[in-house]
Protein backbone atom coordinates (compact mmCIF):
# COMPACT_ATOMS: atom_id res chain seq x y z
CA UNK A 1 0.00 0.00 0.00
CA UNK A 2 2.99 2.43 0.84
CA UNK A 3 4.80 1.88 -3.01
CA UNK A 4 1.11 2.29 -4.13
CA UNK A 5 1.00 5.39 -2.53
CA UNK A 6 4.34 6.56 -3.52
CA UNK A 7 4.01 5.76 -6.97
CA UNK A 8 0.56 7.59 -7.42
CA UNK A 9 2.19 10.40 -5.34
CA UNK A 10 5.42 10.16 -8.30
CA UNK A 11 3.11 10.04 -10.70
CA UNK A 12 1.10 13.52 -9.48
CA UNK A 13 4.91 15.56 -9.05
CA UNK A 14 5.11 13.83 -12.76
CA UNK A 15 1.95 14.89 -14.17
CA UNK A 16 2.30 18.21 -12.49
CA UNK A 17 5.74 18.76 -14.29
CA UNK A 18 4.30 18.00 -17.59
CA UNK A 19 1.27 20.26 -17.00
CA UNK A 20 3.47 23.53 -15.94
CA UNK A 21 5.56 22.80 -19.16
CA UNK A 22 2.51 21.85 -21.28
CA UNK A 23 0.33 24.94 -19.70
CA UNK A 24 3.11 27.67 -19.91
CA UNK A 25 2.67 29.44 -23.23
CA UNK A 26 4.44 32.66 -24.55
CA UNK A 27 1.99 35.53 -24.66
CA UNK A 28 0.36 36.27 -28.56
CA UNK A 29 1.78 39.99 -28.85
CA UNK A 30 0.50 42.41 -31.74
CA UNK A 31 2.32 45.86 -32.42
CA UNK A 32 -0.29 48.01 -33.31
CA UNK A 33 0.79 50.34 -35.86
CA UNK A 34 4.70 50.09 -35.06
CA UNK A 35 6.50 53.55 -35.03
CA UNK A 36 8.16 54.33 -37.93
CA UNK A 37 10.14 56.82 -35.85
CA UNK A 38 10.60 57.53 -32.32
CA UNK A 39 11.49 60.87 -30.44
CA UNK A 40 11.85 61.97 -26.73
CA UNK A 41 8.43 60.30 -26.02
CA UNK A 42 6.68 58.41 -28.34
CA UNK A 43 3.31 56.46 -27.71
CA UNK A 44 3.49 52.65 -28.66
CA UNK A 45 0.10 50.49 -28.49
CA UNK A 46 0.19 46.47 -28.22
CA UNK A 47 -2.46 44.45 -28.17
CA UNK A 48 -1.19 41.05 -25.80
CA UNK A 49 -3.74 38.11 -25.43
CA UNK A 50 -1.99 35.08 -23.20
CA UNK A 51 -3.33 32.39 -21.53
CA UNK A 52 -1.90 33.50 -18.22
CA UNK A 53 -1.39 37.21 -19.00
CA UNK A 54 2.20 38.58 -18.56
CA UNK A 55 4.72 39.50 -16.48
CA UNK A 56 6.07 42.42 -18.22
CA UNK A 57 6.68 44.33 -21.22
CA UNK A 58 10.52 45.70 -21.99
CA UNK A 59 12.13 47.32 -25.09
CA UNK A 60 15.48 47.13 -26.45
CA UNK A 61 17.11 50.04 -29.22
CA UNK A 62 19.83 48.71 -30.83
CA UNK A 63 21.88 51.21 -32.33
CA UNK A 64 26.02 51.46 -33.54
CA UNK A 65 25.88 48.13 -32.40
CA UNK A 66 24.64 48.68 -29.13
CA UNK A 67 21.60 47.83 -27.35
CA UNK A 68 20.23 49.39 -24.47
CA UNK A 69 17.14 47.80 -22.70
CA UNK A 70 14.18 48.77 -20.33
CA UNK A 71 11.10 47.64 -18.95
CA UNK A 72 8.08 50.05 -20.32
CA UNK A 73 5.12 48.29 -18.53
CA UNK A 74 4.87 45.61 -15.17
CA UNK A 75 2.24 43.60 -13.97
CA UNK A 76 2.58 42.11 -10.34
CA UNK A 77 0.61 39.02 -10.37
CA UNK A 78 0.45 35.90 -8.95
CA UNK A 79 2.48 33.38 -11.46
CA UNK A 80 1.06 29.84 -10.31
CA UNK A 81 -2.01 29.98 -11.17
CA UNK A 82 -1.53 27.86 -14.25
CA UNK A 83 -5.45 27.20 -14.91
CA UNK A 84 -6.27 30.74 -14.90
CA UNK A 85 -7.65 32.46 -18.13
CA UNK A 86 -6.38 36.80 -19.10
CA UNK A 87 -8.68 38.48 -20.82
CA UNK A 88 -6.59 39.65 -23.94
CA UNK A 89 -5.54 43.66 -23.49
CA UNK A 90 -4.86 47.09 -25.26
CA UNK A 91 -1.69 48.08 -23.64
CA UNK A 92 0.38 51.65 -24.41
CA UNK A 93 3.42 52.90 -23.41
CA UNK A 94 6.15 55.07 -24.04
CA UNK A 95 9.70 54.75 -25.84
CA UNK A 96 12.36 57.29 -26.77
CA UNK A 97 15.23 59.18 -25.68
CA UNK A 98 13.85 60.10 -22.28
CA UNK A 99 13.51 56.25 -21.70
CA UNK A 100 17.13 55.35 -23.09
CA UNK A 101 19.31 58.66 -23.05
CA UNK A 102 21.99 57.39 -25.07
CA UNK A 103 20.05 56.94 -27.69
CA UNK A 104 21.04 60.13 -30.72
CA UNK A 105 19.29 60.73 -34.25
CA UNK A 106 19.82 58.21 -36.86
CA UNK A 107 18.50 54.68 -37.91
CA UNK A 108 17.91 52.42 -34.91
CA UNK A 109 16.19 48.60 -34.34
CA UNK A 110 13.41 48.65 -31.55
CA UNK A 111 12.56 45.13 -30.24
CA UNK A 112 9.38 44.79 -28.09
CA UNK A 113 9.05 42.24 -25.96
CA UNK A 114 6.09 40.24 -23.82
CA UNK A 115 7.05 37.80 -20.95
CA UNK A 116 4.35 35.54 -19.79
CA UNK A 117 2.68 35.50 -16.36
CA UNK A 118 3.75 31.83 -15.41
CA UNK A 119 6.74 29.99 -13.94
CA UNK A 120 8.38 29.46 -17.14
CA UNK A 121 8.04 33.12 -18.16
CA UNK A 122 8.44 32.12 -21.99
CA UNK A 123 8.60 35.40 -24.14
CA UNK A 124 7.30 36.83 -27.50
CA UNK A 125 8.89 39.60 -29.40
CA UNK A 126 8.33 41.66 -32.25
CA UNK A 127 11.21 43.75 -33.83
CA UNK A 128 10.87 46.99 -35.98
CA UNK A 129 13.10 48.88 -38.28
CA UNK A 130 13.10 52.83 -36.92
CA UNK A 131 14.42 56.02 -36.80
CA UNK A 132 15.35 58.11 -34.38
CA UNK A 133 14.74 61.81 -34.62
CA UNK A 134 14.99 63.93 -31.35
CA UNK A 135 15.83 67.20 -32.79
CA UNK A 136 13.50 69.85 -34.08
CA UNK A 137 13.24 70.36 -37.54
CA UNK A 138 13.70 74.29 -39.16
CA UNK A 139 12.42 75.84 -42.40
CA UNK A 140 12.78 79.30 -43.73
CA UNK A 141 10.67 80.73 -46.38
CA UNK A 142 11.72 82.98 -49.22
CA UNK A 143 11.63 86.70 -49.23
CA UNK A 144 9.59 87.43 -52.65
CA UNK A 145 6.63 89.27 -52.08
CA UNK A 146 3.17 86.80 -52.94
CA UNK A 147 0.77 88.65 -54.10
CA UNK A 148 -2.66 86.17 -53.71
CA UNK A 149 -6.52 86.54 -55.24
CA UNK A 150 -8.92 84.58 -52.89
CA UNK A 151 -9.86 81.93 -55.53
CA UNK A 152 -6.00 81.91 -57.14
CA UNK A 153 -2.90 80.55 -56.77
CA UNK A 154 0.63 81.04 -55.67
CA UNK A 155 4.25 79.53 -55.21
CA UNK A 156 6.96 80.03 -52.70
CA UNK A 157 9.88 78.34 -52.24
CA UNK A 158 11.51 77.88 -48.68
CA UNK A 159 14.72 75.70 -47.22
CA UNK A 160 14.61 72.99 -44.52
CA UNK A 161 16.98 71.66 -42.09
CA UNK A 162 17.06 68.66 -39.98
CA UNK A 163 15.01 65.12 -40.77
CA UNK A 164 12.01 66.17 -42.49
CA UNK A 165 9.12 63.55 -43.83
CA UNK A 166 6.56 66.49 -45.11
CA UNK A 167 6.70 69.69 -46.27
CA UNK A 168 4.63 72.05 -47.96
CA UNK A 169 2.33 75.32 -47.02
CA UNK A 170 -1.08 74.97 -45.25
CA UNK A 171 -3.13 77.54 -45.56
CA UNK A 172 -6.24 77.30 -43.13
CA UNK A 173 -7.15 73.97 -43.46
CA UNK A 174 -5.43 73.07 -46.55
CA UNK A 175 -2.03 71.34 -47.06
CA UNK A 176 -0.15 71.42 -50.41
CA UNK A 177 2.96 69.30 -50.75
CA UNK A 178 6.05 70.47 -51.19
CA UNK A 179 8.66 68.94 -54.38
CA UNK A 180 12.92 69.38 -54.69
CA UNK A 181 12.93 73.03 -56.50
CA UNK A 182 15.13 71.60 -59.82
CA UNK A 183 17.90 74.50 -59.31
CA UNK A 184 18.81 73.47 -56.27
CA UNK A 185 17.15 69.74 -55.17
CA UNK A 186 19.38 69.45 -52.30
CA UNK A 187 18.72 72.38 -50.55
CA UNK A 188 15.22 73.83 -51.53
CA UNK A 189 12.07 73.15 -52.11
CA UNK A 190 8.85 74.62 -53.61
CA UNK A 191 5.36 74.95 -53.00
CA UNK A 192 2.71 75.28 -54.98
CA UNK A 193 -0.95 76.49 -53.50
CA UNK A 194 -4.14 78.03 -53.46
CA UNK A 195 -6.16 80.57 -51.08
CA UNK A 196 -9.75 78.73 -51.80
CA UNK A 197 -12.68 81.08 -52.79
CA UNK A 198 -14.42 80.30 -49.28
CA UNK A 199 -11.59 80.77 -46.90
CA UNK A 200 -11.32 83.95 -44.98
CA UNK A 201 -9.10 86.69 -46.45
CA UNK A 202 -7.41 87.10 -42.88
CA UNK A 203 -6.24 83.55 -43.07
CA UNK A 204 -2.57 83.63 -42.67
CA UNK A 205 -0.71 81.05 -44.95
CA UNK A 206 2.71 79.00 -43.65
CA UNK A 207 5.36 77.07 -44.52
CA UNK A 208 5.93 73.72 -42.88
CA UNK A 209 8.00 71.22 -42.33
CA UNK A 210 7.27 68.18 -39.80
CA UNK A 211 10.06 65.31 -38.66
CA UNK A 212 9.06 61.66 -37.94
CA UNK A 213 8.13 62.22 -35.11
CA UNK A 214 5.33 64.29 -35.96
CA UNK A 215 7.22 67.48 -34.59
CA UNK A 216 6.38 70.63 -36.97
CA UNK A 217 8.41 73.70 -37.65
CA UNK A 218 6.38 76.53 -39.72
CA UNK A 219 7.61 79.79 -40.90
CA UNK A 220 5.59 83.10 -42.32
CA UNK A 221 6.65 84.57 -45.81
CA UNK A 222 5.36 88.06 -47.14
CA UNK A 223 1.98 88.16 -48.68
CA UNK A 224 -0.93 90.40 -49.06
CA UNK A 225 -4.27 88.76 -49.49
CA UNK A 226 -6.95 90.38 -52.36
CA UNK A 227 -10.52 89.63 -51.41
CA UNK A 228 -12.94 88.88 -54.80
CA UNK A 229 -16.67 89.17 -54.88
CA UNK A 230 -18.46 85.81 -56.10
CA UNK A 231 -22.04 86.16 -57.83
CA UNK A 232 -25.10 85.05 -56.59
CA UNK A 233 -27.49 83.37 -59.10
CA UNK A 234 -31.25 82.33 -58.44
CA UNK A 235 -31.34 79.02 -61.23
CA UNK A 236 -34.75 77.85 -61.93
CA UNK A 237 -35.34 73.92 -62.08
CA UNK A 238 -38.32 72.22 -64.02
CA UNK A 239 -39.77 69.04 -63.30
CA UNK A 240 -38.46 68.13 -66.94
CA UNK A 241 -34.89 69.31 -65.97
CA UNK A 242 -34.88 66.75 -62.77
CA UNK A 243 -36.46 63.99 -64.29
CA UNK A 244 -33.48 64.88 -67.13
CA UNK A 245 -30.55 64.42 -64.64
CA UNK A 246 -31.56 61.70 -63.24
CA UNK A 247 -32.64 59.33 -65.74
CA UNK A 248 -28.89 60.61 -66.58
CA UNK A 249 -26.86 60.34 -63.43
CA UNK A 250 -29.46 57.51 -61.47
CA UNK A 251 -32.04 55.43 -64.13
CA UNK A 252 -33.08 52.82 -62.14
CA UNK A 253 -33.57 55.20 -59.28
CA UNK A 254 -37.12 55.30 -57.36
CA UNK A 255 -38.53 57.59 -54.83
CA UNK A 256 -39.81 61.28 -54.49
CA UNK A 257 -38.30 63.31 -57.64
CA UNK A 258 -37.12 66.34 -55.24
CA UNK A 259 -35.56 64.31 -52.85
CA UNK A 260 -33.72 62.16 -55.38
CA UNK A 261 -32.70 65.68 -57.12
CA UNK A 262 -31.77 66.67 -53.92
CA UNK A 263 -29.47 63.59 -53.28
CA UNK A 264 -27.70 63.75 -56.74
CA UNK A 265 -27.13 68.09 -55.99
CA UNK A 266 -25.97 67.49 -52.84
CA UNK A 267 -24.40 63.76 -51.75
CA UNK A 268 -23.22 62.99 -55.21
CA UNK A 269 -21.15 66.39 -55.64
CA UNK A 270 -19.71 65.69 -52.34
CA UNK A 271 -18.26 62.57 -53.12
CA UNK A 272 -17.15 63.43 -56.77
CA UNK A 273 -15.41 66.19 -54.25
CA UNK A 274 -13.86 63.93 -52.93
CA UNK A 275 -12.71 61.82 -55.76
CA UNK A 276 -10.86 64.54 -57.19
CA UNK A 277 -9.41 65.36 -54.25
CA UNK A 278 -8.15 61.66 -54.50
CA UNK A 279 -6.90 62.13 -57.62
CA UNK A 280 -5.08 64.96 -57.28
CA UNK A 281 -2.44 62.74 -55.53
CA UNK A 282 -1.80 61.04 -59.11
CA UNK A 283 0.58 64.20 -60.00
CA UNK A 284 3.95 63.86 -61.74
CA UNK A 285 6.91 65.26 -59.93
CA UNK A 286 7.13 67.74 -62.65
CA UNK A 287 5.79 70.26 -64.94
CA UNK A 288 4.27 68.25 -67.91
CA UNK A 289 3.75 71.81 -69.71
CA UNK A 290 5.43 74.86 -71.45
CA UNK A 291 2.69 77.05 -72.93
CA UNK A 292 0.36 79.14 -71.18
CA UNK A 293 -2.83 76.95 -70.72
CA UNK A 294 -5.41 77.73 -73.25
CA UNK A 295 -8.15 79.37 -72.80
CA UNK A 296 -11.31 77.37 -74.18
CA UNK A 297 -13.53 79.27 -76.95
CA UNK A 298 -17.52 79.65 -76.55
CA UNK A 299 -20.02 82.06 -74.27
CA UNK A 300 -19.24 81.45 -70.50
CA UNK A 301 -22.77 81.04 -69.22
CA UNK A 302 -21.13 80.21 -65.60
CA UNK A 303 -18.34 81.90 -63.77
CA UNK A 304 -15.98 80.52 -60.99
CA UNK A 305 -17.77 80.27 -57.75
CA UNK A 306 -21.01 81.18 -59.08
CA UNK A 307 -23.50 80.98 -55.79
CA UNK A 308 -26.75 79.23 -57.30
CA UNK A 309 -29.99 79.24 -55.53
CA UNK A 310 -31.98 76.30 -56.60
CA UNK A 311 -35.07 77.36 -57.20
CA UNK A 312 -38.77 74.92 -57.53
CA UNK A 313 -41.79 76.53 -57.97
CA UNK A 314 -40.95 79.62 -56.09
CA UNK A 315 -39.60 78.00 -53.62
CA UNK A 316 -35.60 77.64 -52.76
CA UNK A 317 -34.67 73.87 -52.62
CA UNK A 318 -30.99 73.80 -52.32
CA UNK A 319 -27.67 75.89 -52.80
CA UNK A 320 -24.38 75.14 -54.22
CA UNK A 321 -21.44 76.54 -55.19
CA UNK A 322 -20.36 76.29 -59.02
CA UNK A 323 -16.58 75.73 -59.23
CA UNK A 324 -15.91 76.04 -62.47
CA UNK A 325 -16.70 77.94 -66.32
CA UNK A 326 -19.79 76.63 -68.25
CA UNK A 327 -18.17 77.05 -71.72
CA UNK A 328 -21.47 76.62 -74.26
CA UNK A 329 -20.99 76.92 -78.30
CA UNK A 330 -22.10 74.42 -80.66
CA UNK A 331 -23.66 71.05 -79.67
CA UNK A 332 -21.11 68.11 -79.70
CA UNK A 333 -18.65 71.11 -79.85
CA UNK A 334 -14.80 69.43 -79.78
CA UNK A 335 -13.25 70.06 -76.76
CA UNK A 336 -9.24 70.65 -76.81
CA UNK A 337 -6.52 70.24 -73.99
CA UNK A 338 -6.08 73.10 -72.01
CA UNK A 339 -2.57 72.48 -72.19
CA UNK A 340 0.18 69.23 -72.18
CA UNK A 341 -0.55 66.53 -69.56
CA UNK A 342 -1.47 62.87 -69.00
CA UNK A 343 -5.33 62.10 -68.45
CA UNK A 344 -5.53 60.18 -65.43
CA UNK A 345 -9.64 60.15 -65.47
CA UNK A 346 -11.64 59.54 -68.44
CA UNK A 347 -14.88 58.30 -67.55
CA UNK A 348 -18.61 59.34 -65.56
CA UNK A 349 -18.13 60.93 -62.67
CA UNK A 350 -21.36 61.61 -60.92
CA UNK A 351 -22.30 65.61 -61.56
CA UNK A 352 -19.82 66.04 -64.05
CA UNK A 353 -21.42 63.33 -66.33
CA UNK A 354 -18.60 62.10 -68.67
CA UNK A 355 -15.21 63.52 -67.10
CA UNK A 356 -11.66 64.00 -68.12
CA UNK A 357 -8.98 64.87 -66.00
CA UNK A 358 -4.96 66.06 -66.91
CA UNK A 359 -3.03 66.43 -64.66
CA UNK A 360 0.04 69.17 -65.79
CA UNK A 361 2.82 68.23 -63.32
CA UNK A 362 3.02 69.54 -59.14
CA UNK A 363 -0.57 69.16 -58.36
CA UNK A 364 -1.99 70.54 -61.01
CA UNK A 365 -4.76 69.38 -63.04
CA UNK A 366 -7.76 70.43 -65.06
CA UNK A 367 -11.33 69.32 -65.38
CA UNK A 368 -13.30 68.41 -68.51
CA UNK A 369 -17.13 67.58 -67.53
CA UNK A 370 -20.53 66.97 -69.09
CA UNK A 371 -18.99 65.31 -72.08
CA UNK A 372 -20.91 63.47 -74.85
CA UNK A 373 -17.98 61.68 -76.43
CA UNK A 374 -14.37 60.50 -75.37
CA UNK A 375 -11.62 61.02 -77.82
CA UNK A 376 -8.66 60.25 -75.52
CA UNK A 377 -8.35 57.64 -72.59
CA UNK A 378 -6.42 57.31 -69.37
CA UNK A 379 -2.63 56.89 -69.50
CA UNK A 380 -2.73 59.09 -72.62
CA UNK A 381 0.16 61.71 -72.92
CA UNK A 382 -2.03 64.63 -74.52
CA UNK A 383 -1.18 67.88 -76.38
CA UNK A 384 -2.34 71.22 -75.78
CA UNK A 385 -5.22 71.75 -77.89
CA UNK A 386 -5.62 68.19 -79.06
CA UNK A 387 -9.27 67.13 -79.24
CA UNK A 388 -10.09 65.14 -75.69
CA UNK A 389 -14.22 65.16 -76.31
CA UNK A 390 -17.28 66.34 -77.36
CA UNK A 391 -19.58 68.80 -75.02
CA UNK A 392 -22.54 67.42 -74.38
CA UNK A 393 -25.41 67.01 -71.12
CA UNK A 394 -24.37 64.49 -68.97
CA UNK A 395 -24.56 64.36 -65.14
CA UNK A 396 -25.65 67.75 -63.59
CA UNK A 397 -26.25 69.52 -67.23
CA UNK A 398 -28.99 71.92 -68.19
CA UNK A 399 -28.17 72.17 -72.09
CA UNK A 400 -24.94 70.84 -74.17
CA UNK A 401 -22.00 72.74 -72.98
CA UNK A 402 -18.41 71.79 -71.43
CA UNK A 403 -17.44 72.58 -67.62
CA UNK A 404 -14.17 73.50 -67.25
CA UNK A 405 -12.59 73.79 -64.10
CA UNK A 406 -8.77 73.37 -62.25
CA UNK A 407 -7.57 72.44 -58.76
CA UNK A 408 -4.28 72.50 -56.95
CA UNK A 409 -3.59 69.94 -54.74
CA UNK A 410 -7.72 68.94 -54.93
CA UNK A 411 -8.57 72.66 -53.89
CA UNK A 412 -10.54 73.91 -57.27
CA UNK A 413 -8.97 77.34 -58.20
CA UNK A 414 -10.42 80.10 -60.70
CA UNK A 415 -8.53 79.22 -64.00
CA UNK A 416 -8.20 82.83 -65.32
CA UNK A 417 -4.96 83.34 -64.12
CA UNK A 418 -3.21 80.08 -65.97
CA UNK A 419 -4.60 81.76 -69.23
CA UNK A 420 -2.21 84.98 -68.79
CA UNK A 421 1.17 84.15 -69.57
CA UNK A 422 2.21 87.83 -67.76
CA UNK A 423 1.00 86.30 -64.93
CA UNK A 424 2.28 82.85 -64.96
CA UNK A 425 5.81 84.58 -65.87
CA UNK A 426 6.03 86.20 -62.80
CA UNK A 427 4.28 83.72 -60.41
CA UNK A 428 5.20 80.53 -61.83
CA UNK A 429 7.83 80.06 -64.44
CA UNK A 430 10.36 82.87 -62.51
CA UNK A 431 10.38 80.24 -59.60
CA UNK A 432 9.96 77.21 -61.62
CA UNK A 433 10.90 77.52 -64.71
CA UNK A 434 9.38 75.08 -67.38
CA UNK A 435 11.27 72.02 -69.02
CA UNK A 436 13.22 73.46 -72.37
Same mark, same amino acid.
Given at each position: ???????????? /??? @?? $???????? +????????????????????????? %????????????????????????????????????????????????????????????? /???????? =??????????????????????? @?????????????????????????????? %????????????? *???????????????????????????????????? !????? +?????????? /????????? *??????????????????????????????? #???????? +??????? +?????? @? $???? &???????? &?????????? #???????????????????????????? =????????????????? %????? &??????????????????????????????????????????????? !? !?????????? !????????
Amino acid at each position: MKYILLLALAAL /IVV @GI $AGVFLLAQ +PPHLEVKAPPAAIGEITPVSVHIAG %THGFQNISVTLEQDGKSSSAVVVEEHKHRLGLFRRETPRDVTFNVGRKLIPSLHDGKAQLT /ITAKANDI =LGKTESKTFDVTVSTAPPHVVAD @GAQHYIFQAGSELVTFATTGYVTDSGVQVG %THRFRSFPLPSDP *EHERFSLFAMAWDQPVNTQPFVYATNPTGAMAKATF !WYKIF +PKEFRTRDLD /ISDKFMQSV *ENDMEPNGTGDQVARFLHLNRDVRQQNTAQL #VALSLETA +PRWLWHE +PFFAIL @G $AREA &MFADKRNY &MYQGKKIDEQ #VHLGFDIAGTAHMTIPAANDGRVIWADR =LGIYGNCVVIDHGYGLQ %TIYGH &MSEFLVKKGDMVKRLQPIGKTGQTGMAGGDHLHFSMQIDGVQVNPIE !W !WDEHWIHDRI !WSKVPPPK
